[in-house]
DNA sequence: GCCATTCAGGTACGATGTACGCAAACCGAG
DNA sequence: CTCGGTTTGCGTACATCGTACCTGAATGGC
């Protein structure tokens, strides 16, 4: 039977330890992995490539189709290893403000760390062990307060929308200089600078200028301004919550 | 002066009808964009290549960048074209609940016409005219409640990512689906189905279980299930309205 | 009618994902 | 120890992509 249906890559787990004949496997799942996080932690995930994955394995491109079924499939196994870092307790701890503050901090601080994380996870509707991990955890922290479980879906799914497009706010444009090579203070000035300030300099958006003029928490530290919304959201759960 | 200055797209502006010599131009950004929309409609993104969108023309490829400096501002270009579509009233009416939703309305519209659209705003930050245009009129929906400017760029934040997050689950399977080459219906049980039965016969994971198998509104008409989300990020802000 | 200017688009290059096939490494059976 | 089946390592090859460069054709002002 042929396995080229299309499946998963969490239906197709690597090729165990055996003890039957052939060569024995030199590389990992695990060990390209990192290889391909490491990569695209420095130089954005244009940059990781089958070929340059390999080659900084000291192998050949197509060893890695031993391990891996296709690029997309390594992604997601990416997307997992970097939702491995959230580290939670076992059982939410029964303060359900605490444990949802802890899921976003760490969410962030992974994003953070691996600022290819929260475009890949939008692209590909990926169900890796830990994402469904630290799913089940904020689900949990919900759990047991008189919500049904559409409403715990739904207050969680908010929670997930605020951290992801605050996270884009915070390295979007970060990611948008690296990847036209320019340091980024530069690129801010030279490049979406001068839009801005023509658009600033029409007149013809007065809210959209006020809103850049006149905000008084754009000029927060990123942690605070994260931790600001993330109150808000939170409160608008609280809301629902007896 | 050499115009490789990185600048974006909307600093660029087509070239203006002239009456110097030189042969005229026999094609526009606007139907190069149309076009492209139209093939990324029918057949996916990732089928929008500069050749293909030629072809579809009767040109050749490279004449295309005559008239857009690269392929990733004609993305900036069809995000542009699918907002023009969002259709509202030159200035909010005073109900701000009623303008809100319709703009949500109109970009959940826009959004199933061009299911490209979402995965490309994720992708690129980009402030296209029509854009804009949305975006200030829902500011406008919230100016003049006591509500400072941080406060409405906030909730205006929130709706967005409601709108992009209902939409992304309503049709990201199904684009998931289109890429793969196999009907909806026929991927969903083949391909995600077996994984997802796995996860909830794990018992691993029993809250996301009862989140897929107890579920009231996950078997609504699509339009309602939006709507009821939709109504509960209003509510959200209401709150803070007197 | 000449000429500077602009557009059309063919050719070409480097890079990508990955299908295919063969050689080398390995283990168990004889 | 030998041999054969099995599995891995990976070089080669191909289709496809964005796009740099260049030639030739079209155009309007003088």
Redesign the interface.
């Known amino acids: 039977m042929p396995d080229d ?4 890559i ?2 197709l787990p690597e090729r165990q330890e055996r003890s039957g004949p052939g060569r024995r496997p030199g590389y990992s799942r695990e060990q390209i992995t990192r290889t391909a996080v490491r990569i695209a932690d420095a130089e954005g995930v244009e940059a990781t490539t089958m070929r340059r994955i390999a080659s900084e394995l000291a192998t050949g491109a197509m060893s890695l189709y031993r391990y891996v079924p296709k690029r997309d499939d390594l992604f997601d196994l990416m997307i997992d290893m970097a939702m491995s870092e959230i580290e939670l307790p076992d059982d939410p701890s029964g303060d359900w403000r605490a444990d949802l503050s802890l899921v976003a901090d760490q969410t962030r601080a992974a994003a953070l760390r691996h600022s290819w994380l929260i ?1 890949l996870l ?4 990926t ?1 890796g062990p830990h994402l ?1 991990r630290v ?2 955890f904020a ?2 922290a919900l ?1 047991g307060r008189g919500l ?3 409403d ?3 207050f969680v ?2 929670l ?3 951290v ?2 605050a996270i ?1 706010r915070e390295i ?2 970060l990611e ?1 200089a690296r990847r ?1 090579g ?1 340091d980024p203070e530069r ?1 801010k000035r ?3 600078g ?3 300030r ?2 600033v300099e029409s007149g ?5 200028s ?2 850049l003029l ?5 000029h927060l530290p990123p942690a605070e301004r994260f931790r600001h ?1 993330l109150d ?2 939170l409160d ?1 759960i609280g ?1 629902h919550i007896t």
Chains 1, 2 share one sequence.
């Open positions: 249906e299309p499946t998963s969490w239906m475009g939008a692209g590909r509707p169900l469904l799913h089940e689900l949990g759990d049904d479980i559409d715990i879906t739904a799914g908010m997930n929308d605020y992801h497009s884009r979007g444009w948008e036209s320019l690129w030279d490049y979406i001068p839009y801005v023509q658009i013809a958006y007065p809210l959209f006020r809103s006149e905000s008084r928490t754009a919304g808000r959201v608008g809301a």
